[in-house]
């Protein structure tokens, strides 16, 4: 067995594809690029793969991860080219790393968005985000399954910037920028439970819907706000690996040699 990990992207109008579409889409792929897969055991396998945090339908990423376990070893870099081969254009896999640590979900700690509030003046949406992190709680709804579902926006983020300028738009039209880092909790809180929370505590009514764009995940540093690169400690563990078995090869090496003219036994 080996196992990959992948990063891939939803772009353009793949934005609008379901996570089960996605799912459709890549198993498509890995039989198009015959990527020799491990399968699940039962009267109806499957191919071994683990889809973590899947981004809401609707939103863009740059930032999304599954990983795979493939029945025969094949190199990280080559299996993405013959995944990007298959795969429609927008949904394209920008990394591959081999597995060597644990718990690529237990890194997915938080993420960056990216939120464009076209027709919004960045001193509007800044004075909201003021008083958006001013507030000690910011209750938000949202329907789920079982109904509407009551619960604190505001804990969950980490960071909240806004940014911009008048006229940055062709058209002369103002254009907000918002940077945010969300926390992974439960209740999960998406991008668009944000902007509920900006419209209850500031009024903020974007004339048309914002685009939303995940831009990173991975381990969140809550001094900087800084998300990490989840896939770091795989691609450090692989850098490692070949300067420890060098180590080993000429520890046995020197060990094994034979003693030097002039040291015989007495």
Known sequence: MQRIRLRYTKRG????????????????????AEVPMAYSAGFTPHPKVSYANAAPTGTGSEAEYLEIQLAERRDPDKLRELLNESLPDGLDVIDAVE??????????????????????????????????????????ERRTKSGMRTFDARAAVARLEAAGREGDRPDGDACAILRLVVRHLTPAVRPDDVLSGLRATAD???????????????????????????LAPDRDAATAAPSTAAGLSAAKATSGASPAAGEGTA
């Open 204 to 230: 903020l009514a974007p004339p048309v819907p914002a685009a939303v764009t995940r831009l990173a995940q991975g381990l969140l540093d809550e001094e900087t706000g800084a998300v990490t690169d989840p």
């Open 13 to 32: 109008r793949l934005r609008f594809t379901s996570h089960r579409d996605f799912q459709r889409a890549f198993e498509r792929a890995l039989r198009r």
């Open 99 to 140: 597995s060597r640590t644990s718990g690529l979900a237990d890194r997915l700690e938080a993420s960056v968005w990216e939120i464009r509030l076209d027709g919004v003046a960045p001193e509007t949406a800044g004075h909201a985000v003021e008083a958006f992190l001013a507030a000690e709680e910011v209750q938000v």
